[in-house]
Nanobody, 125 residues
């Protein structure tokens, strides 16, 4: 499985951006997630979505601000980001988990098996 993230860019605080992550293979059975990594910081969980969108969960820092969704027919997962803040500035990564984890919510880097290359999001004040 190869993941290709796109849609990053520069925006002023309060603006919106939409990210997409297209998979090369069939990913409808996989849990998909978005992570981000700011300069000098560890990669952190942003949002996750189960295979048929039955379970959707977010980091507390983005709850109510970001929306994750997926289109299994297109093998694509999305992240809509609204009311962006300078602290949202980071490289955003999409990831896929093939399963086998006992937890319902996959929030750790080690929960995911495949990663996209990342797309830069810069929010200016």
């Amino acid at each position: 499985v190869q993941l290709q993230a796109s849609g990053g860019g520069s925006v002023q605080a309060g603006g919106s951006l939409g990210l997409s992550c297209a998979a090369s293979g069939r990913t409808f059975r996989y849990v998909m997630g978005w992570f981000r990594q700011a300069p000098g910081k560890e990669r952190e969980f942003v949002a996750g979505i189960s295979s048929y969108s039955g379970s959707i969960y977010y980091a507390d820092s983005v709850k109510g601000q970001f929306t994750i969704s997926r289109d299994n027919a297109k093998n694509t997962v999305y992240l809509q980001m609204n009311s962006l803040k300078p602290e949202d500035t980071a490289v955003y990564y999409c990831a896929a988990s093939v399963g086998g984890r006992l937890r319902v919510e996959l929030r750790e880097v080690n929960d995911y098996d495949y990663w996209g290359q990342g797309t830069q999001v810069t929010v200016s004040s």
